[in-house]
């Protein structure tokens, strides 16, 4: 009879349906028994579905049984307790803001997946589409929204102490980058962010807007927790790109605003493949429909991928974003593409 290292060492040869990376290294093998009268096999996988779990249920087995010595395999799934538990429910009371109809927060479960490109974008994809849009850059550590968008003033207040946001391209728009220079590290304690993302979500002069589209700090930490706490969301988008190992972050951005029982509106897989401006072709060269997968197996709509194209990047580098300066591009097609499905999620009809 072998011994549960070298079964777990077998089901590394297991791939989880769709990927190239194995069922081991998806968390998805709970245990492993050992008895006289066979293996027992329990897999723990929450968030795939039915037809996915008994696909890999069968491989096991398969695998399993054709080691030498195993007279019997039994797989059994283990439901995760979250599931038969209400989610638990937000510490402290949302508010509204004041003039704005809904909020929209784009994440990521990591960094460099082009969340603020997205962000940006998709705020002036709506705002093409005819909403009145806001955007508010919550990154306070790193905070990239003002150098995308363009920073042609300073900050002004009211006199009753409250921040005036700057306009470009149609949209409204506050960033911590706004009131540092691009020299200073902001070096500020959990409390003090919060404290700064308050004052930018109920203390700023948003006026009247259809939507105002948070870009949320990369992770799941406590900054994005509290925003998606304190203020009434209408949903969250979580952005990735196609990799395996971007991927995977992907369910801890789904599961954080489930948490807090707001709505995904869906998944963009950005950096999806490489459109040459010469031959024309497409290169994939991270991979390719990986986010279509994930977001399928997290049950969550998917709204849409985003090529690799040397004018995106160039506009966030030069406060030209592509949307607004080249409408016409298929990227900006793809923005609004994204954007009407994310009208269509929230559902709300213009003021």
């Keep these: 009879m072998p011994s549960p290292n070298e079964i777990l060492a077998e089901l590394k040869k297991v791939k989880y349906p769709g990927f190239t990376r ?30 996915v779990l008994h696909q890999i249920a069968e ?11 195993v007279p019997a395999v039994e797989v059994r799934l283990e439901a995760p307790p979250a599931e038969a538990q209400p989610r638990p429910q937000p510490t402290m009371a ?18 460099g997946v082009g969340k603020s490109t997205v962000a940006v974008n998709l705020a002036l994809a709506m705002k093409a589409l005819g909403w009145r849009v806001g955007l508010m850059d919550a990154d306070v550590y790193g ?9 042609q003033q300073a900050v002004s207040v009211t006199p009753e102490r409250r921040i005036i946001p700057l306009e470009r ?22 409390p003090m962010v919060t404290k700064l993302e308050t004052e930018f979500l109920f203390n700023v002069e948003w006026g009247e807007l259809d939507c105002l589209v948070l870009d949320l700090p990369p992770g799941t930490g406590d900054a994005q927790l509290t925003i998606t706490q304190r203020v009434e969301l209408a949903g969250g988008v979580v952005v990735t790109t196609p990799q395996e190992i971007a991927l995977i972050d992907v369910k801890r951005g789904v599961e954080m605003f489930r948490e807090v029982n707001v709505p995904v509106i869906g998944v963009v897989e950005n950096m999806s493949y490489y459109l040459c401006g010469k031959c024309g072709k497409r290169h994939e060269i991270f991979s390719h429909g990986g986010g279509a997968r994930y977001a399928a197996e997290l049950g969550v ?12 990047r160039e506009g966030g580098d030069t406060a030209s974003p592509i949307v607004a300066v080249n409408p016409g591009h298929a990227i900006s097609g793809a923005f609004k593409q994204i954007a ?11 003021n």
């Design 169 to 190: 391209f149609g949209i409204r728009y506050v960033s911590m980058a706004l009131f540092i220079n691009d020299e200073t590290a902001v070096i500020w304690r959990g």
């Design 59 to 69: 491989e096991v087995k398969q695998a399993v049984g054709a080691m030498p010595g």
């Design 340 to 350: 009407a499905k994310v009208i269509e999620s929230i559902g709300a009809a213009r």
């Design 143 to 151: 905070p990239s929204i003002a150098m995308m968008v363009g920073a």
């Design 22 to 51: 194995d069922i081991v290294s998806f968390g998805i093998i709970k245990d492993i028994e050992v008895a006289y009268a066979g293996v027992t096999i329990v897999l723990a996988a929450p968030s795939a579905k039915p037809e």
């Design 94 to 111: 949302r508010k509204s803001i004041a003039g704005v109809s809904h909020i929209v927060a784009v994440a990521s479960g990591k960094g």
């Design 301 to 312: 709509p998917f709204l849409g991928e985003l090529p690799i194209v040397r004018e995106l």
